[in-house]
Each structure stands twice: as C-alpha cells, then as structure tokens.
C-alpha cells in the first residue's frame, strides 16, 4: 500500500506561481510512476504530468508544456510540481498519484493510487 499526501495549494494571481509536493510512503513507493490529474469544477479529471521514479522520464500535457514542470526528490520521496506563468483555466483540484509501474502513463485509469487532493485557484 502507498500513501499520497499533497500540499501546496492556494490562491494565487494569473501569472503568478505555485508549487504541489506529494510526499509518498509506504511500500516501494520510490520504484513507481507518479503523476498529477487535475479535475475542474463540473468537469472530468484530466491528466496533467507524470514522472518516472527509477527512469527519470516525464510526460506532461499540452496544455501545461512549458509552464509546469514536475520532478522528484527520491531522498524524501517526494514528488513536486511547480507551476508558473499560471491561468484562471488552471484552477482545479490537483491530485497525486501513483502507479505500481516504472514508466508514467497518461491515462486515469493506469493509476493504482491517489491523494486526496489540494484546491488550486488562479484569480483573473
């Protein structure tokens, strides 16, 4: 079992930035693939970017390339996505996840584990 806590959320000005930590416990929690997906109020939750513990590699969607960036710190185990230049359309609740295999994946469904959620909101 892994547990996904987030912080980091908040209200913040378009433009501006935040940072999302995700501290991962637990069993072999530092050999998966993390990711965050984010859910707009009235809306599915959509993924936003995932990164391989082991591999290194990332994926992110086209609607944050070049603004978000996420990466790790495997001392800690934990898992950060910072976010700048942000827009209104970023606000969302933001979760973390993980999934019990080396490389991330773009899709909800290839996840076996999430957090709770942190409220991210952008202001115009």
């Known amino acids: 079992q892994v547990q996904l806590v987030e912080s980091g959320g908040g209200l913040v000005q378009a433009g501006g930035s935040l940072r999302l930590s995700c501290a991962a416990s637990g069993r072999a929690a530092s050999s998966y693939a993390m990711g965050w997906f984010r859910q707009a109020p009235g809306k599915e939750r959509e993924f936003v970017a995932a990164i391989s513990w082991i591999l290194g590699s990332t994926e992110y969607a086209d609607s944050v390339k070049g603004r978000f960036t996420i990466s790790q710190d495997n001392a800690k185990n934990t898992v950060y996505l910072q976010m700048n230049s942000l827009k209104p359309e970023d606000t969302a609740d933001y979760y973390c996840?993980?999934?019990?295999?080396?490389?991330?994946?773009?899709?909800?469904?290839?996840?076996?584990?999430w957090g709770q959620g942190t409220q991210v909101t952008v202001s115009s």
């Open positions: 996840t993980a999934r019990r295999r080396y490389y991330p994946s773009l899709y909800e469904r290839d996840y076996d584990y």
